[in-house]
């Protein structure tokens, strides 16, 4: 029912905490800022919630698609949802009932608004570009075949340094591999690994969620396995010093380990499977694992010369070449197999450089790609990254003299711009 039309009863939009994976996808996408969460659960809050399902489609598994038909006198509080371990059930009619003190409490509810930007103040919000479909012709992506309740279990065999710095640095090639256990992948989806152990509270951890960085037949050709790119975390946003619990477990892992593996996750950051389609790539440290697993589809379609030239394009970034993943692979790739740009922020005796000063520098290629309609631009990495990026590309559309709300509305359309940054 909806909510503007009448204030007693509303459809009021909840999240599974079974499903939910805390990867903080919808808090990021949310316009309104209606989401929010602490260590527990990820929660939506009743009185700013405005429906406008920008969240949905980019959940990897789904749990942020759950409603309940009540009363608004009656809406779970923010509170009340931390709380939660399971979704409550729909309310019987009984529980659906109102008295005339609950009308007066429904009149006033929506007095809480989302913050509205000052008059004339012009809101960037890149997220709003960003697809929430996939190519037209990518292949069709399995999704929540293994939840936290059903997690399938994968065996490590293989984890190495795919950096040159030392610890505080390093970045962790992991292989898994599923044995005689179904676990389709498409190069751009995610899998949630889950630590061992509880945390502060004395809960299980919830998994934590890696981007796949194999092509579609597994990191060894036609075996039933993935890899991963994982950064060892060993310091918080703010410089201080901590102990990331996953990622040191997983970049710790010992080959003959097992792993305990929720997923796959994602439906819509799929590479196009037309062979002749461009791909540009964009991405920041991990962010790198999707874009090597379509780089290493398209090289191995080009080893068995069912390759027709779509151009590949990377615009790869990182503090200094010691800390970029898999700089030596990308150096041995043909040139005329991929466009390579790298921009490094900290390189010693060097000026600052970041993915978005290498796109302007390639401004007029990237004008020719974005006036193709065989062209696919994918972003991933750190969320810091996504609108400078997403303003680089308007701006390069712009000063080609192409209207701006129309290429970034086909790309968004036609599921050819997709974002993923955390």
């Not at 204030?7 to 929010?36: S, Y």
Request: proline share 7%; hydrophobic share 35%; aromatic share 8%.
């Amino acid at each position: 029912m909806d909510m503007a039309t009448d204030v007693t009863i509303i459809k009021q939009h909840l999240i599974d905490p079974e499903i939910c994976i805390r990867c903080n996808t919808c808090e990021a996408t949310c316009p309104v800022n209606a989401i929010t969460h602490d260590d527990n659960n990820y929660v939506v809050r009743a009185d700013i919630c405005n429906g406008c399902m920008a969240c949905i489609s980019p959940c990897p598994t789904g749990s942020i698609d759950n409603w309940r038909t009540m009363p608004v006198a009656k809406a779970y509080s923010i509170e009340e949802q931390l709380t939660w371990e399971v979704l409550p059930a729909e309310l019987t009619p009984e529980q659906m009932e109102v008295d005339a003190a609950d009308i007066d409490v429904a009149a006033s509810f929506g007095a809480a608004t989302a913050p509205v930007a000052p008059a004339g103040e012009d809101v960037f919000n890149s997220a709003s570009y960003g697809a929430t479909t996939p190519p037209w012709s990518a292949a069709k992506a399995f999704t929540n075949l293994y939840g936290p309740k059903n997690a399938t279990t994968a065996t490590v065999v293989g984890n190495y340094n795919c950096t040159d710095a030392g610890f505080d640095s390093e970045t962790h090639h992991v292989v898994l591999d599923f044995g005689s256990m179904p676990f389709p992948v498409l190069e751009g989806q995610s899998i949630g690994i889950i630590p061992p152990g509880t945390d502060a509270n004395g809960k299980a951890h919830m998994p934590r969620q890696y981007s796949v960085a194999s092509p579609r037949n597994g990191e060894r050709p036609n075996y039933n396995n993935v890899a991963l790119t994982v950064k060892r975390v060993t310091v918080d946003h703010a410089g201080n010093p901590v102990r990331g619990v996953a990622s040191n477990y997983v970049c710790d892992l010992k080959v003959g380990d097992k792993v305990q593996v929720v997923g796959p996750f994602g439906h819509s950051f799929l590479m196009p499977n037309h062979p002749k389609s461009h791909i540009v790539m964009i991405c920041t440290g991990t962010g790198s694992a999707p874009m090597r697993a379509m780089t290493e589809w398209r090289r191995r379609l080009r080893a068995s010369g069912k390759f027709e030239g779509g151009k590949l394009m990377l615009f790869f970034g990182a503090r200094t070449q010691q800390e970029l993943p898999y700089f030596g692979p990308l150096q041995n790739l043909p040139k005329d197999f991929i466009d390579v740009n790298l921009a490094f922020s900290r390189a010693p005796n060097q000026p600052k450089r970041y993915v978005q000063d290498v796109m302007r520098e390639r401004a007029a290629d990237l004008a020719q790609l974005l006036q193709d309609g065989a062209t696919h631009i994918y972003v991933c990495g750190l969320k810091s990254m996504e609108e400078g990026v997403v303003l680089t590309l308007r701006d390069i559309v712009r000063d080609a003299g192409l209207d701006w709300d129309s290429v970034a509305g086909s790309l968004k359309k036609e599921g050819r711009l997709h974002l993923e940054t955390y």
